[in-house]
């Protein structure tokens, strides 16, 4: 039996083996021949899945990742019937999410400069069929530009945290503040993982990367940075019961992670773009005046889609409702900013927890 977290217990291995078996047989079933391999990606793929303890009892708290790697000119036919049984494999398990991406398997022979593909090369593993070759750059070539996906990313995280908290999606409310706890907590590891991503130190395990901010690898991050991020990535790997916060306190953790988080991402837009913004709304505004020709910029579009048009507009919706999150604002701009936040999520990223977040709750509450 595979080892999928730090725990040092084979039931809470077996639980999540499972859970991956029941997923494989679904996926078998539906593709045959069509699939060469199937790997589990991320976390759980590297050994660090997060998983808590609960009445004598392990339930995983990452989301599975999972690559079917196909046969080429397949993978359209296969992401077609994915999104017809998507629905049942996420009811087979406990989880909160299974992500299932769709690659040829030529495709990884190719070495892509970002941190996904060099996190899948070194840790993975094959679920089903053979080993596939999966080539990337080492982790001093991953662009900056990776390290810009990665607060995006989070960023999206801490809408969802707040939308949890405000009471949207039908969620029992233990599980409501889980979510928004794990959301908290990923925005912070973000901090830590985009200053190695800087100094061109990053590495695909966790526990490594803790090491490596601990010792004063990581570019750009404060002390208070440095302590709140080693404190995020202990609470991820460990499996103790699941204290979870009040959501009085939560929603205050979740205002001061976000100054913190705010203050790096604008340190690290300095760094990558040889810039002096202030203030995130300088930053906003140097986007947002359609002036933007900067080279470099231009030239990343080769290796990295996160400078094209589409997701610089993405990245400053973002970025503008989280520095509108961080005012005080009276119950009727609140209101709009809810709708703005759950408007920009569902244009984002429709799946898992914001299909919960029903349009007709947000009009109820705004009522």
Not at 210 to 216: A, F, K, S
Not at 271 to 289: A, P
Not at 355 to 365: I, Q
Request: charged share 25%.
């Amino acid at each position: 039996m595979s080892k999928y977290t730090l725990v040092n217990n084979s039931s809470a291995d077996l639980i999540i083996e499972n859970d991956l078996s029941q997923i494989v047989k679904v996926l078998v079933e539906s593709f045959g021949d069509v699939v060469i391999s199937i790997l589990l990606m991320g976390s759980f793929g590297k050994g660090e899945g997060s998983v808590v303890k609960e009445n004598d009892r392990y339930r995983p708290l990452n989301d599975y990742g999972i690559a079917i790697c196909v046969g080429r000119n397949k993978s359209s036919e296969v992401r077609k019937k994915l999104a017809t049984i998507i629905s049942k494999i996420q009811s087979l398990v406990s989880v909160k999410q299974v992500d299932v991406s769709v690659i040829e398997y030529w495709k990884l022979i190719i070495p892509i400069p970002s941190t996904s593909r060099y996190d899948l090369s070194r840790g993975n593993k094959v679920l089903y069929g053979r080993k596939i070759i999966i080539a990337s750059v080492p982790s001093r070539f991953i662009p900056l530009e990776e390290g810009v996906r990665y607060f995006r990313n989070r960023g999206g995280g801490l809408l969802i945290s707040r939308l949890l908290l405000d009471g949207f999606g039908n969620f029992l409310e233990k599980k409501r503040l889980e979510l928004a706890q794990i959301e908290i907590n990923k925005a912070l590891i973000v901090i830590g993982d985009a200053s190695l991503i800087l100094s061109g130190k990053y590495h695909y395990r966790y526990l490594e990367r803790m090491r490596r901010v601990q010792n004063g690898f990581g570019r750009g991050i404060t002390q208070e940075g440095k302590r709140n991020y080693i404190k995020a990535v202990k609470t991820k790997l460990d499996a103790k019961t699941n204290l979870i916060l009040g959501r009085n306190d939560l929603i205050d953790q979740l205002n001061k992670v976000l100054d913190l988080y705010l203050n790096h991402f604008i340190h690290f837009e300095n760094i990558r773009l040889k810039k002096h913004f202030k203030s995130l709304n300088e930053y906003l505004s140097y986007y947002n005046s359609n002036n933007v020709r900067d080279p470099r910029l231009i030239w990343s579009r080769l290796w990295s889609n996160e400078n094209n048009e589409s997701n610089i507009k993405l990245r400053c919706q973002l970025f503008s409702l989280l520095n509108q999150l961080r005012r005080k604002l009276d119950k009727h701009d609140y209101e709009l900013w809810q709708r703005s936040a759950l408007n920009f999520l569902v244009t984002w990223r429709n799946y898992g927890i914001i299909l919960k977040f029903h349009a007709n709750t947000l009009r109820a509450k705004s009522q």
